[in-house]
C-alpha cells in the first residue's frame, strides 16, 4: 500500500508538469487553431533561463523563475508575431513547418550557447518529508500545489476578466468575436504571453528533479499533446484531466510494470481512449 501511495504521489507531480504544459498548447490552439510543435522549445528555454539566471545572479529560486516567466512570454509573443502570424492564412502545412524548425532552431542555439552537458538546478526545497510511510520532497509536493495555484488563478483570469473573456470568446466562435470588435491580435499575443508563461513555470518546477538538458523539450512536447488529444483539442477541464490520468498512468506503470516501457504507456492509454472516444474525454464545448 505503501509503494501504491509512493507512486501516486509522483504520478501527482508528474500530471502537474503534464498539466501545466498541456494547457499552454490547448490554449493556443483552442485560440489560432495552431498545433504549435514549438511549445517545447519554450520548455526548453524556461528550464535554461531559470538555471542560468540563478548561476549568474545568485537569485532565489523564485525570483529566477520570474524572469523566465517574463523571457518566455516574451519570447512566445515574438514567435506569435513573427512565425505564426504571418502565416495566418497560409495553408496549414506551413505553420507546421515552420514549428518543427523552431524546436530545431532552439535546441541548436541553446548546445551552441550552454553546451550539451546535463546540468543541475539546485533548488532550497530539497528536504525529504514522511507521511504515513511515503517519502515527499518538498520539491514535488511545491510543483503539486504551484500547478494547483496556477490553474486556479488561470481560470479566475478567463472567466472574471475581459481580456480572459475575450481569449474564451475567441476560442468559441472567431467570427462572432470579430462582429463585436475583439482585437485578435492583442487576444493572440496575450494567448502565446500566458503559453509561454506556463511552460516557463512547468520547467523551472520539473528541472530540479528531472535536470536540464538541450533534449528536454522533446518528450514532454510528446506528451502534452497525448494529454491535450485524451482531454479534447482545446479543453482546458481536459487538458486537467489528462495530465492526471497520464502522470499517473506511467508512475505506476513504471513501478507494476515495467520503468522500461513507461513512456510507450502514454501513448497506449491514446489509443485506448481514441477508439472510445475519438473525440477525447471532453469535448471543445467544455471549455
Known amino acids: 500500500m505503501e509503494l501504491f501511495l509512493q507512486q ?30 514549438a511549445h517545447g522549445s519554450l520548455y526548453l528555454i524556461g528550464g535554461y533561463i531559470t538555471l542560468i539566471v540563478m548561476r549568474s545572479w545568485g537569485v532565489h529560486y523564485f525570483i529566477a523563475i520570474l524572469v523566465s516567466i517574463l523571457v518566455v512570454a516574451l519570447l512566445a509573443v515574438l514567435m506569435e508575431r513573427i512565425v505564426f502570424h504571418p502565416l495566418r492564412n497560409a495553408p496549414p502545412i506551413h505553420d507546421k513547418i515552420a514549428a518543427i524548425g523552431l524546436v530545431l532552431f532552439f535546441e541548436a542555439l541553446v548546445s551552441l550557447v550552454w553546451g550539451t552537458e546535463y546540468h543541475r538546478l539546485l533548488t532550497p526545497f530539497d528536504q525529504t518529508l514522511m507521511v504515513s510511510g511515503v517519502a515527499m520532497t518538498t520539491q514535488r509536493i511545491l510543483v503539486i500545489v504551484v500547478a494547483g495555484a496556477v490553474v486556479t488563478l488561470l481560470y479566475l483570469f478567463l472567466k472574471k476578466t475581459m481580456i480572459g473573456s475575450s481569449i474564451i470568446a475567441m476560442a468559441q466562435n472567431r467570427e462572432g468575436a470579430f462582429l463585436v470588435g475583439i482585437n485578435a491580435n492583442v487576444v493572440a499575443m ?33 506528451k502534452a499533446f497525448v494529454v491535450v488529444i485524451i482531454g479534447g483539442m482545446g479543453s482546458i477541464p481536459g487538458a486537467i484531466i489528462g495530465g492526471l490520468i497520464l502522470g499517473i498512468s506511467e508512475s505506476l506503470g513504471a513501478t507494476y510494470i515495467s520503468n522500461d516501457y513507461k513512456d510507450m504507456i502514454a501513448f497506449l492509454l491514446l489509443i485506448i481512449i481514441m477508439t472510445a472516444r475519438p473525440r477525447g474525454l471532453f469535448a471543445k464545448e467544455a471549455y
Open 8 to 37: 501516486l504521489f509522483n504520478g501527482l507531480t508528474l500530471g502537474s508538469v503534464y498539466i501545466l504544459v498541456g494547457i499552454g498548447l490547448t490554449l493556443v490552439f483552442g485560440i489560432l487553431h495552431v498545433p504549435n510543435f
Open 190 to 222: 496575450m494567448t502565446f504571453a500566458i503559453s509561454g508563461a506556463l511552460a516557463a513555470i512547468a520547467a523551472s518546477l520539473a528541472s530540479p528533479i528531472n535536470l536540464v538538458f538541450p533534449a528536454m523539450g522533446h518528450l514532454v512536447i510528446l
